[in-house]
């Protein structure tokens, strides 16, 4: 089956472009590890045996193949209670030697190759449109091939390709592989999660367990669905790892910005975090004053909201009802 292969900056291609690749040789190409989706699982904890352990910093490139099962299911049968296979499955675990509590992970995004076809679907009782979608079940297989992403029969975008859930194990029990995003990540549903990027994750066991899953062929910042155009795919990652680096929620490194994940319930709460954050990245870590990090914030550190998925775990599960919100505070680097 062929697909379609975003690929980073300085590697070939910019992370807009698009060119062709066969699904079977995504399992070699260019990657030293690569984790089939039958290592999926629906959860992140470290109570797993590790599908591969690796060395950090030798750049050695880890391919993490995410499934669209669930979608494909729901597509066939239009009912959540046929599904047979996990919602978000996540590939891995990946043992990192020498992470330990306390530590961080830097995992650098270098493709996303997807497959020849995506998917829209609308889930009674979640996402932002769900009063207007109704109680019937939409789906749509969206093609995917070099003109873009067919979203419509008029409406073909290019891909923008991005990871939904990346995270490490939490100290105990496992977390969900839905909602809400965790300090060790999840299911945080940004669009900065994508090439080119380097996602900073708390590690909170020996080892860290890292997992990937939920790739999107394309996704609007807010994911107002819930759902985006979801899609398998192969995520090609190498990771570092930064010791002692005691980080209280995720952060994301581009090319041109620093990004401090908030988490907190009320959004108020998740807002003011995350500001935090970026203070003590100024202050603590770049050594400047606090009214210059108060005033450049206040001229330039941007913020919005970011993935749908909230911060704190709903009771019950489903509906999909968000408690708190994640939202994305930035820090261009050029004021650095």
Not at 70 to 83: F, I, K, M, P, T
Request: net charge negative.
């Amino acid at each position: 089956m062929s697909g379609v292969e975003a690929t980073a900056p300085g590697s070939g291609g910019g992370a807009g472009e698009a060119t062709r690749a066969s699904s079977e040789g995504a399992r070699v190409d260019g990657m030293d590890h690569f984790l089939g989706k039958e290592h999926g699982r629906p959860g992140f904890t470290a109570d797993v045996e590790p599908a591969l352990r690796i060395t950090p910093g030798t750049g050695e490139r880890i391919g993490f193949e995410t499934s669209d099962a669930v979608y494909a299911e729901l597509h066939e049968h239009r009912d959540l209670s046929q599904l047979s296979v996990p919602i978000n499955p996540v590939t891995g675990p990946v043992f990192v030697e020498g992470a330990q509590p306390g530590d961080a992970l830097a995992v650098t995004v270098h493709e996303i190759r997807l497959v020849a076809h995506g998917w829209s679907v609308a889930l009674p009782g979640s996402g932002a449109l769900q009063h207007v979608m109704g109680d019937e079940m939409f789906t749509r297989r969206v093609p995917i091939d070099d003109e873009g992403v067919h979203v419509t029969d008029r409406h073909v975008f290019a891909p923008r390709p991005m990871i939904g859930c990346m995270g490490t194990a939490p100290a105990t029990g496992e977390n969900s592989t839905i909602m809400p995003a965790y300090a060790q990540g999840g299911n945080m549903d940004v669009t900065e999660n994508r090439v080119g990027s380097t996602v900073y994750l708390p590690v909170m066991v020996e080892g860290a367990y890292l997992s990937i899953g939920d790739v999107h062929a394309i996704m609007a910042e807010g994911e107002s669905s819930f759902v985006a155009i979801e899609a398998e795919g192969t995520a090609v990652v190498s990771i570092d790892l930064v010791k002692g680096m005691g980080l209280r929620a995720p952060r994301i490194e581009t090319a041109d910005d620093w990004i401090f994940v908030g988490l907190g319930d009320p959004v108020q709460e998740s807002i003011r975090r995350g500001y935090e954050d970026a203070f003590s990245f100024l202050v603590d870590d770049h050594g400047w004053t606090r009214g210059d990090a108060y005033a450049v914030l206040s001229a330039v550190g941007h913020s919005r909201l970011g993935g749908p998925t909230g911060s704190g775990a709903p009771d019950p599960l489903h509906p999909f009802d968000a408690v708190g919100a994640v939202t994305l505070h930035r820090v261009p680097k050029s004021v650095l």
